[in-house]
């Protein structure tokens, strides 16, 4: 059958073009409306416009739909368009909103959220903090290759699809990633490197991994390959480095999984050189291909002093850092702090952390490697808690044995609204109250959005 005429849920049908009127944005950052009582859901709407859509495919009674026409516009919608392929990618649903719309939309989501757990007015909501920079503010990025040497294909998977968009100029993107993506595309022609194409399981290049110092403007590439076949990947690299001299480290890393994990476990370095140095704030960090770091760093220096602030620190408190990550918290609070103890699940991350103290010349924080809940049975008095957890939110164990150390205050760091409520219900009946959040837009132009959260206890 036609996919075309291919009958859908609801009573639509793929292919069909229907005028809905957007209402809302859903917490993905897509334009909702109802069409004879059905929910659609449509990429790049915004509320307030009435638009044609084109109908793709239904799924859990909502019927999902690309854009065609704005019939009727937002006053929220930039008149010009900053990405030739946002249609396609999806990376950016809010894309088309006016970066002013963007931020309070985000304090409105994060509003929505506490108010279903905390009574109303309980929590001092600020409005989001804006990026120092909404577009080209990623440090970092991972990119499948695809097609053919004679025509390269860099970019990022569709969604629900393993079609690759190409993508050469990213608005998100750092300015070096983007001359890095065309030069790497260069080099593939110019070598006849052959790509990897998971269907046949042949050819060497499956990634291309980059990540930028924004502090110093040096770049470090990797070169992702299904085996160690060396010559293609020699030349490609001299001729990264001779066209774009801010590339300072360059290694090959060999994952010969059939898996979607991007990194292999080892890497061979084609450079002296085998990290790069970022800061955030007066803060150091050494950055190897495996380790986490912050992919706005500009941002992520508010988003500290807003924790520092919070902590209120006079230098002879005890602090807890959980999910202390690489130790960009601990080592921001350090100087204003008697002792700082960071504690992290991933052992690699605390290697990291403990690289990046000695960098700084840190001396009052150390770092532990293990289930942050077990490690809390011994952890100690502390007069401060940061609570830093991935977007999951806290095991409730966590919770329980953070609030039995009753410390002063808690400073919980989330990347999730949902979680984030839900924890801090918890947290209220265990005798500690949330008393201010500060939205920080960490990711603009993506419906994501972290939160600095003071609580106190009772």
Not at 141 to 168: C, F, M, T, W
Not at 184 to 191: A, D, E, L, M, R
Not at 371 to 400: F, T, Y
Request: aromatic content about 4%; glycine content about 6%; some cysteine.
């Amino acid at each position: 059958m036609d996919k075309k005429r291919q009958p859908a849920i609801n009573g639509a049908q793929v292919g069909q073009s229907l005028d809905v009127t957007i209402t809302s944005l859903d917490r993905d950052g897509y334009g909702r409306g109802t069409v004879e009582s059905q929910q659609v859901k449509v990429a790049g709407g915004l509320p307030g416009e009435t638009a044609r859509v084109k109908v793709t495919h239904c799924s859990r009674n909502i019927i999902h739909a690309d854009l065609i026409r704005v019939l009727r516009h937002s006053p929220d919608r930039l008149i010009t368009k900053n990405c030739a392929i946002s249609s396609e990618c999806e990376g950016c649903p809010i894309l088309p909103m006016k970066y002013s719309a963007q931020l309070a939309w985000k304090q409105a989501m994060v509003k929505a959220e506490l108010e279903k757990v905390l009574p109303p007015g309980a929590v001092s909501l600020s409005p989001t903090t804006p990026s120092p920079s909404p577009f080209n503010y990623r440090n970092s990025a991972k990119l499948v290759v695809a097609g053919k040497h004679a025509l390269p294909q860099i970019g990022i998977y569709k969604r629900n699809s393993h079609d690759v968009i190409d993508i050469e100029n990213c608005a998100l993107h750092h300015p070096l990633i983007n001359t890095i993506i065309k030069t790497v595309k260069q080099g593939i022609k110019k070598g006849k490197v052959p790509i990897y194409s998971p269907r046949t399981g042949s050819g060497l290049l499956r990634y291309l991994v980059i990540r930028v110092s924004s502090s110093e403007n040096r770049a470090m590439v990797i070169f992702v390959t299904a085996d160690r076949s060396y010559n293609e990947i020699h030349h490609l690299a001299r001729h990264l480095q001779a066209a774009v001299p801010e590339v300072a480290v360059v290694a090959q890393n060999v994952n010969s999984s059939t898996g979607n994990i991007i990194l292999g476990p080892r890497d061979h370095f084609l450079t002296r050189q085998q990290t790069l140095i970022d800061a955030i704030g007066n803060i150091r960090f050494s950055i190897s291909p495996h380790s986490f770091f912050q992919v706005n760093s500009g941002c992520a220096a508010i988003l500290y002093k807003k924790v520092r602030e919070y902590a209120d620190l006079n230098g002879t408190e005890r602090v807890l850092d959980l999910y202390c990550g690489v130790g960009g918290i601990s080592l921001f609070l350090a100087d204003q702090a008697r002792e700082v103890m960071g504690i992290e699940s991933v052992q690699a991350a605390v290697a990291d952390a403990e690289r990046n103290a000695k960098l700084n010349g840190v001396s009052n924080c150390r770092f532990l490697a293990g289930d942050v809940a077990e490690l809390l049975e011994d952890a100690g008095r502390a007069d401060v808690v940061i609570l830093n957890p991935p977007r999951k939110g806290c095991d409730e164990v966590v919770l329980r044995k953070a609030a039995q150390l009753e410390p002063d205050r808690m400073i919980y760091v989330s990347c999730s609204p949902i979680s984030l409520a839900r924890d801090l219900k918890l947290l209220h009946e265990l005798g500690y109250v949330a008393t201010s959040v500060q939205p920080v837009d960490m990711f603009p132009q993506t419906p994501h959005v972290e939160n600095v959260t003071l609580i106190i206890k009772k």
